[in-house]
């Protein structure tokens, strides 16, 4: 499958205004970048438009600031890292309404491959409203204009989606591009045997990407919190686990569609349960393993048991391809980790394109200390998940094809 969309190596740059949506919303603590990993990240597309001579003037958000500018949520510690990184001054243009006078001076006053960055675009309201009058101003500063913020590429925000209605010249940076390629073949043309497995907390968070995947794997495996309701379904008792009650219907009509269209799917067959959900989240934990059928009255499930692990284990093996969203269970405690790291493990080792969806899966695979085996790991949850369900989304939607 073709990328079918514009790519920052086919835009011509050289002496141009390039505005590029980034994804600098970092972790911070006391005014400090506690992990620098999304700015790492942009670099490559950055240094590329440099190279060819653009004035890249670059946008982000930060956090989620409810009230307009807040000091907590600037971006200023964003643009002395960046130019640490880029060894060259990047120019912070600190304007509350983001495209102000200081930014309309940083902007007039760029050479060819300058940088220059601009405050939290969410410091003006219009941006989560995809209101006209903030694109235009973001578009008043720029010739052409690229997204490389493929977290945000599901949210139609004015620095996402709405100032392309205004800069026709768009393209994708290099993180978006290596998102759709890896994200977009896995789904839509994968090397065969195709596997998916779905975790995390919620039925309800993944319902499209159950009914859509049903369509397109060999295997789907289901595990974490939301493999309850699946047993649920099946009739058994589940004790105290969590289980989404008007979800049990739709689990009884995925495992019959499943059964349908010859999916073959895996629930956990045993179980780690507990009397209680951990306080603190990785404190001590008394743990016992049974069957998936029999779990006790009064006990929850917190993750797969052992033969579990070694059914999905085995099941990743014999896949050529396999994306991965959700652990499989409380990953954060270190007694009921061990599904999540089984997964991990076992994609880490198999012949296969391994495709992690961001969010937690994402932290738990470079928790595990097994990022550097996987094929990709997606720096978007959300804009993951809603790939997965075979969405069209807005920030890539908007850019011109190729």
């Given at each position: 499958?073709?990328?079918?969309?514009?790519?920052?190596?086919?835009?011509?740059?050289?002496?141009k205004?390039?505005l590029?949506r980034?994804?600098f919303?970092?972790?911070m603590?006391?005014?400090?970048?506690?992990?620098?990993n999304?700015?790492?990240?942009a670099l490559?597309?950055?240094?590329?438009?440099?190279?060819?001579?653009g004035?890249?003037?670059?946008?982000?958000?930060?956090?989620?600031?409810?009230?307009g500018p807040e000091?907590?949520?600037?971006?200023?510690?964003?643009?002395?890292r960046?130019s640490e990184?880029?060894?060259?001054e990047?120019v912070?243009?600190?304007?509350d309404?983001?495209v102000?006078?200081?930014?309309?001076?940083a902007?007039?006053?760029?050479?060819?491959?300058?940088?220059?960055l601009?405050?939290?675009?969410r410091?003006?309201k219009?941006e989560?409203k995809?209101l006209?009058e903030?694109?235009?101003?973001?578009a008043?500063i720029?010739?052409?204009?690229v997204?490389?913020a493929?977290?945000?590429a599901?949210?139609?925000?004015c620095s996402?989606?709405?100032?392309?209605d205004?800069v026709?010249?768009t393209a994708?940076?290099y993180?978006?591009?290596k998102?759709?390629?890896y994200l977009?073949?896995a789904v839509?043309d994968?090397?065969?045997?195709?596997?998916?497995?779905?975790?995390?907390?919620?039925?309800?968070?993944?319902?499209?990407?159950?009914?859509?995947?049903l369509?397109?794997?060999?295997?789907l495996i289901?595990g974490g919190g939301?493999?309850?309701t699946?047993?649920a379904?099946?009739?058994?008792g589940?004790g105290?686990s969590?289980?989404?009650?008007?979800k049990?219907e739709?689990?009884k009509?995925?495992?019959a569609?499943?059964e349908?269209k010859g999916?073959k799917?895996l629930l956990?067959?045993?179980?780690?349960i507990?009397?209680?959900?951990?306080?603190?989240i990785d404190?001590?934990?008394?743990v016992?393993v049974?069957?998936?059928?029999?779990?006790?009255?009064?006990?929850?499930?917190?993750d797969?048991?052992p033969?579990?692990?070694e059914?999905?284990a085995?099941?990743?093996?014999?896949?050529?391809?396999v994306?991965?969203?959700g652990p499989?269970g409380?990953?954060?405690?270190?007694?009921?980790?061990?599904?999540?790291?089984?997964?991990?493990?076992?994609m880490a080792?198999?012949?296969?394109?391994?495709?992690?969806?961001?969010g937690?899966s994402?932290a738990?695979?470079m928790q595990?200390?097994?990022?550097d085996k996987?094929?990709?790991i997606?720096?978007?949850?959300g804009a993951?998940?809603?790939y997965l369900e075979?969405?069209?989304l807005?920030?890539?939607?908007?850019?011109q094809?190729a």
């Amino acid at each position: 499958m073709g990328l079918g969309k514009k790519t920052v190596e086919e835009m011509d740059v050289r002496g141009k205004r390039v505005l590029v949506r980034c994804d600098f919303n970092v972790p911070m603590k006391d005014g400090k970048i506690t992990n620098d990993n999304r700015i790492v990240a942009a670099l490559p597309t950055i240094k590329k438009l440099i190279e060819n001579g653009g004035k890249v003037i670059l946008c982000s958000h930060l956090g989620k600031p409810k009230n307009g500018p807040e000091e907590k949520f600037s971006l200023a510690p964003v643009a002395v890292r960046l130019s640490e990184l880029l060894g060259k001054e990047v120019v912070f243009a600190n304007d509350d309404t983001v495209v102000g006078e200081n930014a309309k001076a940083a902007v007039a006053a760029m050479k060819d491959g300058d940088v220059v960055l601009l405050q939290n675009t969410r410091f003006r309201k219009e941006e989560t409203k995809n209101l006209p009058e903030f694109s235009q101003d973001l578009a008043s500063i720029a010739d052409c204009y690229v997204n490389d913020a493929f977290g945000s590429a599901h949210r139609a925000h004015c620095s996402t989606a709405g100032v392309t209605d205004y800069v026709k010249d768009t393209a994708v940076g290099y993180l978006m591009e290596k998102e759709i390629r890896y994200l977009g073949n896995a789904v839509n043309d994968p090397v065969r045997p195709f596997t998916a497995i779905l975790g995390g907390a919620k039925v309800a968070d993944k319902l499209n990407v159950i009914a859509n995947l049903l369509e397109k794997v060999d295997t789907l495996i289901i595990g974490g919190g939301m493999a309850y309701t699946f047993l649920a379904a099946k009739g058994y008792g589940v004790g105290t686990s969590l289980v989404d009650e008007e979800k049990v219907e739709y689990c009884k009509e995925m495992m019959a569609k499943a059964e349908a269209k010859g999916v073959k799917l895996l629930l956990p067959v045993d179980t780690v349960i507990t009397a209680a959900f951990p306080d603190p989240i990785d404190g001590p934990v008394d743990v016992q393993v049974v069957p998936s059928d029999s779990i006790p009255a009064g006990m929850m499930g917190l993750d797969i048991g052992p033969k579990t692990r070694e059914l999905f284990a085995e099941a990743v093996k014999a896949s050529k391809t396999v994306v991965w969203n959700g652990p499989m269970g409380v990953f954060e405690n270190p007694t009921l980790a061990a599904g999540t790291l089984a997964v991990a493990k076992a994609m880490a080792e198999a012949d296969a394109t391994t495709v992690i969806g961001g969010g937690d899966s994402a932290a738990a695979v470079m928790q595990l200390g097994y990022a550097d085996k996987m094929t990709h790991i997606s720096t978007g949850g959300g804009a993951s998940l809603e790939y997965l369900e075979g969405k069209e989304l807005p920030g890539i939607a908007c850019i011109q094809n190729a």
